[in-house]
């Protein structure tokens, strides 16, 4: 989608729907809000005469569309809740609730009026921010392998109006940016959707090199005899049982925008395609099994953003990717397994693999790089999704400062994430009779928990965060209809606006 800013006011555009923001009404109140009056005027008093017969009542996800009877667009209004409880990311849901109602209804061009989702608490240049993001995620469609659609909103324009003209000039850097966001979150969910037989480990890693090429990263691929060599038992564990997509580590090396030496490493989950090898799953559900790739599209998602967006830290993406399937070549429940950095894995469930290969990856990190930070992101256990839910994703950390950085950038893009406690209850369930850790425990409960303990096996002192997205990752038609708006049907991109948020912070 297109995005732009215009100093006009909204309604003298030229487009197909201009769209306005208003705030719930009390009960009582049957004054017309001087603040529609070009609105009402553009509708020769229809809008007006809604309002009075109480049409229009200001509650969120409400819709009012009004056709100008000059024949020029139709003006929309939607819900916004209360002034008092209205953020940011009431203006992002807003926006996306407004173009998904216009999807398929012959409007290709819509306008946000600024100043009318602008509050005392949210300012101009997050409302603005807000309307951009909320209309191009709400707007996307994965349209890959459909032959007809029915054509949604291709462009959308802010209007600043008479009270935000002045602030043009800066409005416009915060365009840039944001279009680099939404652009790069709209790429994530394309390569997140693609199904297994397309985007397998190689497709990942060559994803990566055409990255690495546009934006002059340095790009390893390290394919299945490079595994060997590096003795990554992980990665060719879980990856052995598919004869025609074996696995890859890809490491990618950004070099920063800044002066201060510090280094953040970022270790993504790429399972291709997670049937649970010979631990396998249930039939009913596994198709959605090809977003188990999430975490290492993000981690492509999030170094692009970075480069473009030019934030200071040296990152090192490091995408442990992967096709989990039963064969004759597949690992058993019961085999020993050595990672990357010397530590044994008994394997007691081939389903818990996510975390058997970023063991690999996260010891690398911490070997070849010494990074001074480590955040790894997968779809890692539906033990998140019991206790989470589908829309906000689990945050362990060994680092109080990394999690709380993590956890206030996570408020800033809306996707929301929650501390869980690690101890050494965690620890211990996690510890082998035979072996260092083993990757499931026979008890039933504190799942997202105990792969975390797992993970930190690898991680050293190092201040590490684990981000566990596997709920928000992708939504179903069940799910669908309680997430925001612009969390679309299949792949989300969820943590990519987060993590590149809290790397500018940084």
Known sequence: MKLALDKRDVTLGSLDASISGVFQRAEKDDAFPRTFAREDAATDGLLKAAWDR????????????????????????????????????????????????????????????????????????????????????????????????????????????????????????????????????????????????????????????????????????????????????????????????????????????????????????????????????????????????????????????????????????????????????SYRPGDIVRAYDGHTMEILNTDAEGRVVLADGLGYAVDKYHPDEIIDLATLTGAQVVALGDDTGGLVSNDDKLANLLLEASARSGEPFWRMPLTDYHRELVKSDIADVRNHTELTVAGMLTASAFLETFVGATPWAHLDIAGASWTTPSTRKWQPAYQNPGATGFGVRTVVGYLEGR
């Not at 291709?154 to 602030?167: I, N, P, S, T």
């Open 54 to 329: 109480r049409e229009i009542r200001g509650r969120k996800k409400e819709i009012t569309v009004v056709h100008r009877p000059d024949g020029k667009g139709r003006v929309v209004l939607v819900g916004l809740g209360t002034r008092t409880a209205a953020n940011h990311e009431t203006a992002r849901r807003a926006a996306a609730e407004a173009v998904r109602a216009l999807r398929g209804k012959g409007a290709r061009t819509v306008g946000f009026r600024l100043a009318s989702f602008v509050t005392e608490q949210v300012g101009s240049e997050a409302a603005f921010e807000a309307l951009l993001e909320g209309a191009a995620l709400g707007g996307y469609e994965f349209l890959r392998y459909k032959t007809k659609t029915d054509g949604g909103v291709e462009e959308a324009v802010v209007f600043l109006g008479e009270e935000h003209q002045r602030e043009e000039a800066g409005l416009k850097r915060h365009l840039e940016r944001t279009v680099v966001l939404t652009e790069t979150v709209v790429w994530t969910r394309d390569l997140a959707n693609l199904p297994a037989d397309t985007a397998s480990p190689a497709r990942l890693a060559d994803e990566a090199v055409r990255l690495g090429k546009e934006l002059d990263f340095k790009v390893q691929v390290f394919d299945e005899k490079k595994l060997a060599e590096l003795k990554c038992g992980g990665l060719l564990a879980v990856g052995g049982g598919s004869t025609t997509h074996p696995p890859r580590m890809v490491v990618i090396e950004y070099p920063g925008a800044g002066r201060t030496g510090k280094t953040i490493a970022i270790v993504g989950k790429g399972i291709t395609f997670d049937s649970g090898g010979l631990s396998i799953k249930p039939a009913a559900t596994m198709s959605e099994m090809k977003f188990d790739k999430s975490g290492a599209v993000a981690v492509l998602g999030i170094l692009r953003a970075a480069a473009l967006r030019k934030v200071a830290p040296r990152i090192v993406g490091i995408l442990c990717c992967a096709e989990n399937v039963p064969s004759g070549t």
